[in-house]
């Protein structure tokens, strides 16, 4: 079974370009995050989307970052303009639908790690 | 407030030997879940193992096993039998909120010596 595949592993822009990342999660899973990771930091929450909808975006700068999952499947994180505290790692993960009576685990994909300069 | 803490932020060991990684949770729900990843320098992070808060054995799997304390709320990963490529940052991480929205602690670089 493929696990989630991630694409660019590595970006650098310079400040102000735009930036987009891929995800494509494991199939069948109906969840889908993007965290974001500094360094020396655990990963944070950035969006949620359960199918296409996403149900928790309440940790996106929604001035710059935008995301979608069209089709619920694959889904694109993307930040126009990129800033220099934008520098991070950048992770994707899905899950099975959490039921409340069960805890799915999130499944991570290896990332993308963004250098602003 | 929802937090993680992991107080070490590095770890040494002896290859062979058992480790315990310290993990320390605050939450006011009363069901939640704990998770342990590791994170190889490759940057994806591997689920290990998990504890439901109703859960009245402690988990294991494999070399792994989390000591689940509720009333001292902690929740520390046990390796036993450290392996070289056991080398890692590992994270502690608590579902809350009727969410499976995780909350990271800030991790714990293990070194494993030969």
């Known amino acids: 079974e493929a696990g989630v595949v991630q694409s660019p592993r590595y970006k650098i822009i310079e400040k102000k370009q735009p930036v987009a990342f891929w995800c494509n999660p494991i199939s069948g899973h109906n969840t889908l995050y993007w965290y974001r990771q500094n360094l020396g930091q655990g990963p944070e929450l950035l969006i949620r989307?359960?199918?296409?909808?996403?149900?928790?975006d309440s940790q996106l700068p929604k001035d710059r970052f935008s995301a979608e999952r069209l089709k619920g499947v694959d889904s694109t994180l993307k930040i126009q303009p990129a800033e220099l505290g934008d520098s991070a790692v950048y992770l994707c993960?899905?899950?099975?639908?959490?039921?409340?009576?069960?805890?799915?685990?999130?499944?991570f994909g290896p990332g993308t790690r963004l250098t602003v300069t | 407030a929802q937090k993680i803490t992991q107080t070490q932020p590095g770890m040494f060991v002896q290859e062979k030997e058992a480790v315990t990684l310290d993990c320390t949770y605050d939450t006011s729900d009363q069901s939640y879940g704990l998770f342990w990843y590791k994170q190889p320098s490759s940057g994806e992070m591997i689920f290990l193992i998990y504890?439901?808060?109703?859960?009245?054995q402690n988990a294991t799997e494999g070399r792994y096993s989390l000591n689940f304390q509720k009333a001292r709320k902690s929740a520390n990963l046990v390796i036993s039998a450290s392996q070289l490529g056991d080398s890692a940052m590992y994270f502690c991480?608590?579902?809350?909120?009727?969410?499976?929205?995780?909350?990271f602690g800030a991790g714990t670089r293990l070194a494993v010596h030969p």
């Open positions: 989307y359960e199918n296409e909808e996403a149900v928790d």
């Open positions: 993960a899905s899950s099975s639908r959490y039921t409340g009576t069960s805890s799915p685990e999130q499944y």
């Open positions: 991480a608590m579902r809350t909120g009727g969410y499976n929205k995780l909350i």
């Open positions: 504890q439901g808060s109703y859960d009245e």
